[in-house]
């Protein structure tokens, strides 16, 4: 290891290696994914050259290889083990270039997304991926998980706002796919080999991305609802009347929100807690005169259709903030409660209040006293759930899984809507995907990886 270390030591700046007691726990910070292991060293390159040639150097020597963005992942993608090389993209964080002709930002796979948002916006665009670690997730951890969040019912998933990529592969082949085009048709689209594989078939380090036109305004609605009927209905409706405007839908089940009432003091609940399920949705436009009156009339007709029991509607930025704190904002709330699991799945949306009554009532019958709080982006099929049982060991967590992935199973859903899999959902990869699509996962990883270096037992 000695003569490795030195070699990957001339492959980068003085800065670009920790070894030893400068490896901080941020490298090691597994997010409650098991221990894990003490890295050999920790690389930060500040090129694509920089990332070939420690790949090629990890690959000659039969070296592992763990990639790490932002470190906001929650199925373990990041966690190195004992020996391996951590390889962090943070310091390659230059947007490179704007063009406003064709809607593309070029960036490096450090960048913060948060950084990319505010860029992007002072040119007069919106980058359209967004979730709540906006502030320290990097484009290309994105990109590795084709993350969800919050527009995908407007925008799609990562994958839709990804144009072109450069990625390095495990023998430091760089491979250029910086397409700029909505259309090329000229071959295979090899960037989607590299989009929500998790850093297991190469390293993606730089990125062409579509930039969307910035909406000149956001009306923003929080609904309590009394069935699940009137859930998927009252999507139906905004979607239909608002012509493309729907930018975001998101349900909690009503033991979320009185959780929130009861658990979090610093944020503000706008309804009474009489409603089975409350809504958060947002309506993105582009008339300033006339979005709001129309935004207003469309809630009137649910109101008057029977779809909404009550509602409240921002009339400020600081309103609004205030409404998707509800939706974000929890995190205070969870502490009292820890040991926490979290789980990020999706199935059809006429399955999921059969999803959350059943995951309510198995877990409780295993552990009495569970709390388990459902909530999500029901517009495009994906739910959380949040459940603590008194126990955060690996016996209890490993129950947990079993019930909520078994319903998913029986649901014909994904383990994995928008998180991954990582290490934490390995297990269960085959319950959401048939042995042929395993196989061919596997024959892909053969393919590119064959020694098996880069990012190893994360995803298959």
């Not at 948002?117 to 002072?122: C, F, I, N, Q």
Request: proline share 5%; aromatic share 6%.
């Amino acid at each position: 290891m000695g003569d490795l270390l030195a070699d990957l030591a001339d492959a980068v700046d003085k800065s670009g290696i920790l070894t030893g007691n400068d490896i901080g726990p941020r490298y090691t910070d597994t997010r409650g994914h098991g221990p894990a292991g003490a890295p050999a060293c920790v690389m930060r390159p500040t090129s694509t050259a920089q990332v070939s040639a420690i790949l090629k150097l990890c690959h000659d020597a039969g070296r592992p290889v763990v990639p790490q963005g932002g470190m906001t992942g929650l199925v373990g993608g990041g966690t190195p083990n004992d020996g391996d090389v951590v390889l962090s993209l943070e310091r390659m964080n230059a947007i490179e270039e704007i063009d406003p002709v064709g809607r593309t930002m070029i960036a490096e796979a450090g960048v913060v997304l948060e950084t990319a948002h505010g860029v992007a916006e002072e040119s007069g665009f919106v980058l359209p991926i967004d979730l709540g670690a906006r502030g320290s997730a990097t484009l290309g951890g994105l990109i590795s998980t084709n993350a969800g969040g919050n527009r995908v019912i407007r925008y799609g998933m990562t994958r839709q706002s990804v144009l072109g990529l450069e990625a390095v592969l495990a023998d430091g082949t760089v491979l250029t796919s910086m397409n700029r085009m909505l259309k090329n048709n000229a071959g295979y689209d090899l960037k989607q080999l590299f989009i929500g594989s998790e850093g297991t078939l190469g390293l993606v380090t730089r990125c062409v991305l579509r930039l969307q036109p910035k909406p000149l305004t956001t009306s923003t609605a929080f609904v309590g609802i009394n069935d699940f009927e009137s859930v998927p209905a009252f999507l139906a409706l905004l979607d239909n009347k608002l012509g493309g405007g729907l930018g975001a839908f998101e349900v909690m089940w009503s033991e979320y929100y009185n959780f929130v009432r009861d658990r979090c003091p610093t944020l503000k609940p706008p309804l009474s807690p009489e409603y089975a399920y409350y809504v958060v949705t947002d309506a993105l436009g582009s008339d300033p005169d006339g979005d709001k009156d129309r935004f207003d009339a469309i809630l009137e007709m649910a109101h008057t259709q029977g779809l909404i029991q009550d509602g409240v509607v921002a009339q400020s930025d600081k309103e609004r903030d205030e409404l998707w704190a509800i939706r974000e904002g929890a995190g205070e709330g969870f502490r009292t409660i820890a040991p926490i699991f979290t789980y990020d799945v999706s199935m059809p949306i006429t399955a999921m209040d059969e999803f959350a009554s059943r995951s309510m009532a198995d877990i409780e019958k295993e552990f009495p006293n569970a709390i388990t709080l459902i909530l999500g982006h029901l517009g495009d099929g994906n739910l959380h759930a949040v459940v603590a049982v008194g126990d955060g060991s690996d016996t209890a967590h490993r129950k947990v899984n079993d019930i909520l992935y078994g319903i998913i199973r029986d649901l014909g859903g994904s383990v994995s809507a928008e998180h991954g899999i990582g290490i934490e959902k390995r297990d269960y990869l085959d319950w959401s995907r048939t042995d042929a699509e395993v196989s061919v996962m596997r024959m892909l990883k053969q393919t590119l990886d064959p020694k098996g270096i880069l990012n190893p037992g994360k995803v298959i």
